[in-house]
Structures are given as C-alpha cells and as structure tokens.
C-alpha cells in the first residue's frame, strides 16, 4: 500500500541530545514537509523540501534540521538547541509543490 | 497576515448535519482544505476546494466558500460518532508553499 511512514511513533529525548525522526513516502511525491503540533493549536511548519537536495526553513525551523538526500525520505533531527522540544512531529508529502498535502500518523516526542 | 480562526467546539446529535466554520484573512490563497484528526494520530485529508469555486460537494461532505467573506465551513450530514474527531481547516498560499492551518474544531457527536 502506498503511503507515508513516520517512526518511531513515540520517542524520548534526554537534556543536550540530538533525537532524529524518520519520514518514508512511496507515493512518488516530489515535496515533503515537517510540522509541529503542540495541544490545542494548529500545525505549523519546520521545513520543507521541493525537490530533492534542496529544502527550505519554515516558521520555526530554529533548533531543527532536515536532509534530502533521496526523493523518499526526509528526516528531521531535533537538535539539543531545540530548547521545548515536546510535541507531536507530522510528516506530509503533496506530488509537487502547491498541491494537496497528506500526513503520515506521527511522532510524539518527550523529554526525559 | 496570514490567520484561520475556527471556534474551538460543536457538539451535535447523532443523525444530526454538523457545520463547522473556518475564516481566514489571505485573499491569495489558492486551495483550502479540511482535514480530519483523530486522538494520536496524523492528519486525514477529507476534501478541498480551489479558491475559484463556490461549493463541493463529495458524499455527506459540502464544502461551501464565501470568498468575499472569507468564510468556509463544511457540512456533515447524518453525522455518525465515528465523525468525532478535531477537524482543521488549512488555506495554501500560492507564492510560499505552505499550508497555514487553523487550531482545529473538536467536533462530538451523542448519540
């Protein structure tokens, strides 16, 4: 089935340590996305990459880094200087930029 | 700038149409969408409209855009407890690619 993989679903990050989220696609999509949910608010966005080897910071991509070495994944590393880093990670991929998103069911991360 | 306001809650009957409403301040936004959130887990796309239609209509969902008002709401009809669930709505704008999302309205349906 095609789809949007994140691992590990839950994952816990000591003080000073750097914690990396994997994303999975194969649905052949060229664009993929990072998002932060914290409760009872909307998502919003860390990086993003349209197009292999190249991806762009969001509105909070302070404390966050991502690569895009192959079109099918697009890992996100919580750095130590992400200073509240407890929340819920949604990866999505569109086709191509500008067109509808789809989200993989997450990451939750805490802090020890 | 950029904002989507929705109300926080709407409790509905079983069998019951819900409406939920979304507005939004970008005048540039080319997609808008719904999307549909159940406890722990990711985001389920229900349905878009682009930014030159008025309605959509896709099962027991209408999606109905205001673009003088911006105003969107979309309807559910004979809502079922399996419709419980946040629901988001999200507008995207053309020149940036990124999706600015509402905080989500919680939607639960009695029976």
């Known amino acids: 089935d095609g789809g949007i993989t994140q691992s590990p679903k839950y994952l816990f990050r000591k003080e000073g340590q750097n914690v990396t989220l994997s994303c999975e696609q194969n649905l052949n999509h060229d664009a993929m996305y990072w998002y932060r949910q914290d409760p009872g608010q909307g998502l919003r966005l860390i990086y993003y990459s349209q197009i292999v080897n190249d991806f762009q910071k969001g509105d909070i991509a302070e404390g966050y880094s991502v690569s895009r070495e192959k079109k099918e994944s697009f890992p996100l590393t919580v750095t130590s200087a992400q200073k509240n880093p407890t929340a819920f990670y949604l990866c999505?991929?569109?086709?191509?930029?500008?067109?509808?998103?789809?989200f993989g069911d997450g990451t939750r991360l805490s802090i020890l | 700038g950029e904002d989507v306001e929705q109300s926080l809650f709407l409790s509905v009957r079983e069998g019951d149409s819900s409406v939920i409403n979304c507005t939004y301040t970008d005048s540039s936004s080319t997609y808008l969408y719904w999307y549909k959130q159940e406890p722990g887990a990711g985001l389920q796309l229900l349905t878009y409209?682009?930014?030159?239609?008025d309605m959509k209509q896709d099962q027991r969902l209408t999606v109905l855009l205001n673009k003088k008002d911006k105003h969107l709401s979309l309807r559910i009809a004979d809502t079922q407890t399996g419709d419980s669930a946040i629901y988001f709505c999200a507008e995207s704008m053309f020149d940036t690619d990124k999706l600015i999302f509402g905080t989500g309205t919680r939607l639960q349906v009695f029976p």
């Open positions: 409209i682009f930014s030159n239609m």
């Open positions: 999505a991929s569109s086709i191509a930029a500008n067109q509808p998103q789809h």
